[in-house]
T-cell receptor
């Protein structure tokens, strides 16, 4: 596998379910990100992890819970979601410290539908 | 309040002609700007960037222009090709500290053969 991978690619869940999204980066980067993209809206930054430490939490509801066990893996745990949480969830990574810190490499996303 | 705005949701251009995608921003503290390209069922991919100390950056068929006084940047694609048909996101970073990148809503480009 190369680049940034995300599983599952599609997910349908009820409002009472618990599920997790997984992201893995194979680029040796030290920062990872979760974004939400709703239809016709800008990408919204949710969380940032730098060297496994959470450095940004963009006022995300507690029904979204991130986990970063190491610099290559990032999870987003979902529970008691609402229909308005249906969106494309994108993971990204970047290299912090020297050079261009702002270029992010994205995974293909998980299309989430909450019923 | 959107700090990065792409006011044209879509743009249609004939193959071989120039495509110009526009982006406006409100935060004068931004010091790095990027363009990403997104195909359906794929994540965004980095295309080209520009630092606030420059007013132009060129990479092959792609050129980004930055007008700091107007808080405006544009992406020029010359010549446009059908494979350029995608959604283009403008993004801005820096100034505020941390690792926040603010994205626009995107412009869908159609290049007609």
């Amino acid at each position: 596998e190369t680049g940034v991978t995300q599983t599952p690619r599609h997910l349908v869940m009820g409002m009472t379910n618990k599920k997790s999204l997984k992201c893995e980066q194979h680029l040796g980067h030290n920062a990872m990100y979760w974004y939400k993209q709703s239809a016709k809206k800008p990408l919204e930054l949710m969380f940032v992890y730098n060297f496994k430490e959470q450095t940004e939490n963009n006022s995300v509801p507690s029904r979204f819970s991130p986990e970063c066990p190491n610099s290559s893996h990032l999870f987003l745990h979902l529970h008691t979601l609402q229909p308005e949480d249906s969106a494309l969830y994108l993971c990204a990574s970047s290299q912090v410290g020297g050079g261009n810190v702002w270029t992010q490499y994205f995974g293909p996303g998980t299309r989430l539908l909450v019923l | 309040d959107q700090q990065v705005k792409q006011n044209s949701p879509s743009l249609s251009v004939q193959e071989g002609r120039i495509s110009i995608l526009n982006c406006d921003y409100t935060n004068s503290m931004f010091d790095y700007f990027l363009w990403y390209k997104k195909y359906p069922a794929e994540g965004p991919t980095f295309l080209i960037s520009i630092s606030s100390i420059k007013d132009k950056n060129e990479d092959g068929r792609f050129t980004v222009f930055l007008n700091k006084s107007a808080k405006h940047l544009s992406l020029h694609i010359v010549p446009s090709q059908p494979g350029d048909s995608a959604v283009y996101f403008c993004a801005a970073s820096g100034g505020t500290g941390g690792f926040k990148t603010i994205f626009g809503a995107g412009t869908r480009l159609f290049v007609k053969a």
